[in-house]
């Protein structure tokens, strides 16, 4: 079996989409698979657990619905299972609330920059719930 079919041809479909298409609800729908699970591994490790063994299962769940979403080769499965995934919206809630919560360790700089950061993820949520809005009206994912 070719490298482009099987387990890899999201990727390389993707990595098509996003260097020669035009179509922007094709680059949208790979660009939003790729960013969410993304998004999701890097706040896990900016937010403090108590238990490592907590973050680690985290990680473990969202790689395996990333994977499962890829060897099913279909992005639209990736933006739907990342987002249902309790792990997802667990990191998202831990994180706001890491952001906007008082710490008076913290120096002024770090408090501002963790502020800044949990805006910037509100905003990244808003954005996805716009996308999911008037994308599926659209037919941006489909």
């Not at 298409?21 to 706040?43: G, N, R, V, Y």
């Not at 805006?119 to 941006?140: D, H, N, R």
Request: charged share 15%; hydrophobic share 55%; aromatic share 14%.
């Amino acid at each position: 079996m070719p490298l482009n079919e099987g387990p890899f041809s999201l990727f390389f479909r993707g990595a098509r989409i996003i260097i020669f298409s035009i179509d922007s609800a094709e680059l949208l729908k790979f660009i939003t698979a790729l960013i969410i699970p993304l998004i999701d591994l890097w706040l896990l490790l900016l937010i403090p657990i108590k238990e490592e063994a907590i973050r680690i299962s985290l990680i473990a769940g969202i790689l395996a619905i990333f994977l499962m979403s890829v060897i099913i080769n279909n992005p639209n499965k990736v933006i739907v299972y990342s987002t249902t995934f309790p792990g997802h919206i667990s990191v998202g809630l831990l994180f706001i609330q890491n952001a906007f919560s008082k710490n008076p360790k913290e120096g002024t700089g770090l408090s501002v920059i963790k502020k800044l950061a949990g805006l910037a993820y509100l905003a990244f949520c808003l954005e996805m719930f716009l996308f999911y809005i008037f994308g599926t009206p659209l037919e941006w994912y489909y």
